[in-house]
């Protein structure tokens, strides 16, 4: 059976490995405009090239959504590998918000250090998550996207297709112990696909109210809805087209 949820969001998207200098400046630029000029996380002052990056970024894979009809970075999202004898070194969640961790769950997850990773910097612009006259972006009102009604629903995939994105890069390099800061909403949102993260820790103010959660990729894959495993397959498509490359 065939699902319109794929058909239409690749419709007006392309999900791409950030293979190359350009796409990653793509990148960068996506977080620089949501987490230092609209929400304030990071200080813009910081990144005057307008690209937020940190030092986790040169042990990092990155996916990239880009709007088809007028070439615009919409989403991004990347997996930080771990570094140091056996991937002892930490990751960004354990470096910057280890009080928040539950440290008798994360013992009890059995985690192996040479499978594991954090999903983290997932962002989507805003010029794609205000609604019409909403606000202006740096593209004038919303309405200066030349879109249908039909496309612009789609713009509330863009969240869920990183998540995606991101789940291809944990399948395809291996690293399926899967960790991620994540704000209250995105959770729940996943939750409603199927996708069922485990809470193994407490709220933290870090980038706005976060805590941490784990996944295995096989558990997302095994509970994901028919409709959107159509369009992970997908999007592994091409995220394994570029990672290869």
Do not use: W
């Not at 989507?124 to 496309?151: H, K, N, P, W, Y």
């Not at 789940?167 to 199927?194: C, H, K, N, W, Y």
């Amino acid at each position: 059976m065939r699902y319109p949820l794929s058909e239409n969001f690749l419709r007006y998207f392309d999900v791409d490995f950030a293979a190359s200098e350009s796409q990653r400046d793509e990148v960068f630029g996506i977080r620089y405009r949501v987490y230092c000029q609209e929400f304030g996380y990071e200080p813009a002052e910081a990144f005057p090239n307008g690209q937020e990056t940190d030092e986790f970024d040169a042990t990092s894979v990155h996916a990239v959504i880009l709007h088809k009809s007028s070439g615009l970075a919409a989403g991004c999202v990347r997996m930080v590998l771990p570094t140091g004898d056996g991937g002892a070194d930490p990751l960004p969640f354990e470096k910057n918000c280890a009080e928040s961790l539950d440290l008798e769950r994360l013992g009890a997850l059995q985690v192996d250090r040479g499978r594991v990773c954090e999903i983290s910097r997932l962002a989507v612009d805003g010029a794609f998550r205000r609604r019409s006259g909403e606000s202006v972006t740096r593209f004038g009102e919303i309405e200066g996207l030349d879109c249908s009604q039909q496309e612009r629903r789609t713009f509330s995939m863009i969240a869920v297709t990183c998540f995606l994105a991101a789940t291809a890069l944990t399948a395809i390099s291996g690293r399926t112990d899967v960790f991620a800061m994540m704000e209250p909403f995105l959770p729940r949102l996943l939750q409603r696909s199927g996708i069922v993260f485990d809470r193994v820790g407490q709220d933290i103010d870090y980038h706005g109210m976060r805590a941490p959660y784990f996944i295995r990729t096989q558990s997302a894959l095994d509970n994901m809805r028919p409709d959107l495993k159509e369009l992970y397959l997908e999007v592994h498509e091409r995220i394994a087209r570029g990672y290869g490359g």
